[in-house]
């Protein structure tokens, strides 16, 4: 990985649980949830792959005090510097990989994903139907100018790419081991959600999407595509096109 990266793993000797199954957490000043989400995720058994984006806050610091709880399924990676959303996937599931990953799925710090969806994404893929998988959220649940970003969106990535997806934006996605090294990821920041559509389609990988629970609270409300977003993922698109 980049010079501004550097493995933080509280125990080398770690057991893989049966399924195989890492969940890769990008985080960037998520001190509020951090640690009961990642706490919550390894309780039922999975692994975590932890990414500190450079946090100004104790993200970190609290993520460390989750590995003493759970030293063989929690492994922490840090950014000096903040990368972006994509960047922090991109290390987080190579990281998942070099543990031996079977699956991969990616997975919001900020407490917008019920981790009882994380079993829902899986199984279309250990049922072996296909390569990838996104969790969808429900439209008519979205705030109005959140419903209102995510079409356009949705558009946007079916003008541009020619894949009609329900939720082009979702954190909550799910991978075979296999189809993570064909993923041409380029975007650092919230691009690379269009972008994982577009290597779906690029490498012809088979895609399900299933319903998935969403937690609306202001901090959940507060990120993800806006306007400012949207115009620098349009422009990538454009980009994109001329390649």
């Not at 969940?23 to 640690?35: L, M, Q, S």
């Not at 009882?116 to 998988?133: F, N, Q, R, S, Y």
Request: glycine share 8%; proline share 3%; with cysteine.
């Amino acid at each position: 990985m980049a010079n501004e990266v550097q493995e933080r793993v509280n125990n080398n000797n770690h057991n893989m649980d049966t399924d195989g199954v890492f969940i890769v957490v990008p985080a960037y000043n998520e001190e509020k949830t951090v640690g009961h989400i990642i706490e919550e995720i390894a309780s039922l058994g999975y692994h975590v792959i932890l990414i500190d984006d450079g946090s100004r806050d104790n993200t970190y610091e609290i993520a460390k005090k989750s590995t003493v709880k759970y030293p063989h399924n929690i492994f922490i990676y840090e950014h000096i510097i903040n990368r972006g959303l994509g960047a922090a996937l991109k290390t987080g599931m190579i990281g998942a990989l070099n543990h031996g990953a079977k699956y991969v799925v990616t997975f919001d710090a900020d407490g917008q994903h019920a981790v009882e969806d994380i079993a829902k994404v899986c199984k279309p893929l250990k049922d072996g139907k296909v390569d990838v998988v996104i969790g969808s959220r429900p439209f008519e649940d979205m705030p109005g100018s959140k419903n209102f970003a995510n079409t356009v969106m949705n558009l946007m990535t079916r003008v541009f790419y020619r894949i009609n997806v329900k939720d082009s934006q979702s954190g909550l996605r799910a991978f075979t081991s296999e189809v993570i090294p064909k993923l041409n990821i380029l975007s650092k920041g919230y691009g690379v959600s269009s972008e994982f559509v577009r290597e779906i389609r690029r490498n012809n990988l088979k895609l399900a999407e299933v319903t998935i629970t969403t937690i609306y609270t202001p901090e959940t409300q507060a990120k993800g595509t806006n306007a400012k977003v949207g115009i620098k993922i349009l422009l990538k698109m454009i980009i994109d096109i001329f390649r």
